[in-house]
């Protein structure tokens, strides 16, 4: 699905010349603005949302509990993207959740009839794994990295990513989309065995006339 989201490596008055409207974005409009001088940031700086846009927001998505032979953290491993539960050498137990929650969200965001390149803004919350002082902050990332901003800014191709330690390959989900995002360790989340929930905000596409 291709929505009117612009994306600018900057602030309006460098990028003279942009096919995209200036600031502010015109109705229906969302414009993210990207950091300068990368061709493969992972979020936006952030996105300016133009009148009458039609926003869908998701509740907080946590991983479906899918790895029914386990307990624990451990059961809520995507079992269709890990058979038998079993995680491949250098994938962390949050990048395995982090995965199984990006699934949910493409399947909140396919039933309001968006897609993950509609994404705009994402909240996300991370729980420490059992044993581990401080949340998998780089599990997450590798996790986010397979659904988003993973593909060059200068020529659309697509930018290989890593599974664990496995060299980087060809993502999960294609998507240049590159939301505002922020992410916050928690102490408890709402489900025990949880250690990833996200919130997302999307935008309806428009068509230009």
């Keep these: 699905m291709v929505g009117l989201t612009a994306a600018l490596v900057a602030p309006t008055a460098a990028v003279a010349g942009s096919k995209w409207s200036p600031f502010p974005p015109r109705g229906g409009e969302t414009i993210s603005v990207l950091p300068a001088g990368q061709d493969n940031p992972s979020i936006a700086n952030g996105v300016a949302i133009g009148p009458e846009a039609a926003i869908y927001k998701t509740s907080g998505l946590g991983p479906s509990r899918l790895n029914t032979g386990a307990t624990g953290e451990q059961a809520y491993i995507d079992t269709e993207v890990f058979p038998g539960g079993q995680l491949p050498p250098g994938v962390t137990i949050t990048e395995a959740q982090g ?4 699934r949910r969200i493409g399947e909140n965001l396919a039933a ?6 509609d994404v705009i803004t994402m909240r996300v919350f991370l729980q420490n794994p059992a044993g581990e002082a401080k949340m998998d902050f780089a599990g997450w990332n590798r996790a986010y990295r ?15 990513v890593p599974l664990g330690t496995a060299p980087p390959a060809d993502p999960m989900v294609t998507n240049p989309a590159r939301p505002s995002r922020f992410a916050l360790e928690i102490e408890n989340l709402p489900v025990d065995g949880w250690l990833v929930e996200v919130e997302v905000d999307a935008a309806y596409p428009v068509k230009r006339k």
Excluded: D, K, R, W
Aim: no cysteine.
């Design 146 to 160: 397979q659904f988003f901003a993973n593909t060059s800014v200068s020529t659309g191709e697509v930018v290989p």
């Design 112 to 117: 309001a009839g968006l897609s993950y390149e």
């Design 99 to 102: 995965i199984n929650v990006l």
